[in-house]
């Protein structure tokens, strides 16, 4: 079954202490992404890959790392997080070939 | 079963003309519906939300509209443009479950 798989789904953390979300995709596409979700903003880019070791920032990058050294594999990574990065997270794949996205299941983050 | 449905796969309208992408849902407890615009090998960007508790919402050229009796919404661009030629999609959120269901897209040509 095509699927994007995210982990954690539901993560409490504190001010400063890293983290890593993960996303995984069995699909063989070669773009992957990272979006926020915040009530009234709508989905908002923060960081996509386009290949293997091809990152680029969107739209709010600001206080996000991420990493493509496989193909499957794009987490994000928080060195240090913010109360202000609270909120809903989606990875998603896209095959570059068509226009069809594939969406993780979300991950919602709450920072005190 | 899909609970966000575009039953339009592709749209043909001419320049100046208005633009009509519509979509229904089968869930009556999604609190907010969304329109992304996506082109291809990018991944989608918001355009515009409405409230369950709204019918009307209108940002520039973009408008949504609420039907909530008869599960529908539709974005309405006026003028279109050839820029406006993407893939269009419509979500829905429940913002309890935090679930954000992305519908099938519509692919939007505007033509000279």
């Known amino acids: 079954e095509a699927q994007v798989t995210q982990n954690p789904r539901y993560l409490i953390t504190v001010t400063g202490k890293k983290l890593t979300v993960t996303c995984s995709q069995n699909?063989?596409?070669?773009?992957m992404s990272w979006y926020r979700q915040d009530p009234g903003l709508g989905l908002r880019q923060i960081y996509y890959?386009?290949?293997?070791?091809?990152?680029d920032k969107g739209d709010v990058p600001e206080g996000y790392k991420v990493s493509r050294k496989e193909k499957r594999n794009f987490p994000l990574i928080l060195e240090s997080p913010s109360p202000n990065q609270t909120s809903l997270y989606f990875c998603?794949?896209?095959?570059?070939?068509?226009?069809?996205?594939?969406f993780g299941p979300g991950t919602r983050l709450t920072v005190l | 079963d899909q609970q966000v449905k575009q039953n339009s796969p592709s749209l043909s309208v001419q320049e100046g003309r208005i633009s009509i992408l519509n979509c229904d849902y089968t869930?009556?407890?999604?609190?907010?519906f969304l329109w992304y615009k996506k082109y291809p090998a990018e991944g989608p960007t918001f355009l515009i939300s409405?409230?369950?508790?709204?019918d009307k919402n209108e940002d520039g050229r973009f408008t949504v509209f609420l039907n909530k009796s008869a599960k529908h919404l539709s974005l309405h661009i006026v003028p279109s443009q050839p820029g406006d030629s993407a893939v269009y999609f419509c979500?829905?959120?429940?913002?309890?479950?935090?679930?954000?269901?992305f519908g099938t897209g519509t692919r939007l040509q505007v033509f000279p």
């Open positions: 409405i409230s369950s508790i709204k």
């Open positions: 979500a829905a959120i429940t913002l309890n479950t935090d679930k954000l269901i």
């Open positions: 699909m063989n596409h070669e773009y």
């Open positions: 998603a794949s896209t095959d570059l070939a068509g226009d069809e996205q594939f």
């Open positions: 869930n009556s407890m999604f609190d907010y």
């Open positions: 890959s386009m290949n293997v070791e091809v990152t």
